[in-house]
């Protein structure tokens, strides 16, 4: 079973920059692809970037190309996302969520965090 714990969310004006953290324990992490989903108040979830359980693939929601980068510490157990020029329409509870030998796409993960709240606002 593996636990996922996000953090570094807040709240920053539009235009500034904010890095979410995800932490897993219990489990070989390197196995795992690893996602970054939000969702938005009355929104469906939704995919923002994913990187393959080999670290050598990623991928992102067109509504975020350019701007968010998500990366991989495997001896720290560890996926980033890092988001910069953030806008109000970004503002959203950011899910990260592991997908056993996965590639890192927008579906097949097994595994959630409980998620941590990025607000952008004047």
């Known amino acids: 079973q593996v636990q996922l714990v996000e953090s570094g969310g807040g709240l920053v004006l539009p235009g500034a920059s904010l890095r979410l953290s995800c932490e897993a324990s219990g489990g070989t992490f390197s196995n795992y692809a690893m996602g970054w989903f939000r969702q938005a108040p009355g929104k469906e979830r939704e995919f923002v970037a994913g990187?393959?359980?080999?670290?050598?693939?990623?991928s992102y929601a067109n509504s975020v190309k350019g701007r968010f980068t998500i990366s991989r510490e495997n001896a720290r157990n560890t996926v980033y996302l890092q988001m910069n020029s953030l806008k109000p329409e970004d503002t959203a509870v950011y899910y990260c969520?592991?997908?056993?030998?996965?590639?890192?796409?927008?579906?097949?993960?097994?595994?959630w965090g409980q998620g941590t709240q990025v607000t952008v606002s004047s």
């Open positions: 990187v393959s359980w080999g670290g050598g693939s990623t």
């Open positions: 969520a592991a997908d056993y030998r996965g590639s890192g796409g927008s579906y097949g993960y097994e595994y």
